[in-house]
């Protein structure tokens, strides 16, 4: 088992700030509370960056919104300080987890996701029920659920 050091100031430097700060903007330039923060960018991060240092950072509130897609859902985002955060300890983190996970994982993961699920689900479904000519059945269950 290989052990890691000094993560929490790999996460933490300025330049891991910044670099997360490209990752989270894409695509969102026209939102204002992004504007809001890029236009104190390198102010903004030298604070986040302090806050963490000094171990005094805390994680805003929480904003909720609704949107139709096609159904009604509420939906909560973070700030975006801390969506930098997010995507600052996602690229110092996710290298080290990401070979540890099990192929058929899907959830949360660059390259993977919802459809490549299904489809993936649908081909082992055709394979084990030799093209629908066995039954196969399927457990779902949420485990936070159903170990109450």
Known sequence: MKIYRDLFNLIISPENLFSAWDA???GKQNK???QRFE??????IFELHRDLKGKIYKHGPYQGFYIR?????????????DRVLHHAVFAVLNPIFEPTFIPNSFSCRIGKGTHKGVDILEKLTRKISRNNFNLCFFINFLRRRFFK
């Open 39 to 44: 236009w104190n960018l390198e102010e903004n």
């Open 69 to 81: 897609d096609p159904k009604q859902r509420h939906i909560h985002k973070a700030t975006v300080r």
């Open 32 to 34: 204002q509370d992004v």
């Open 24 to 26: 989270f903007e894409k």
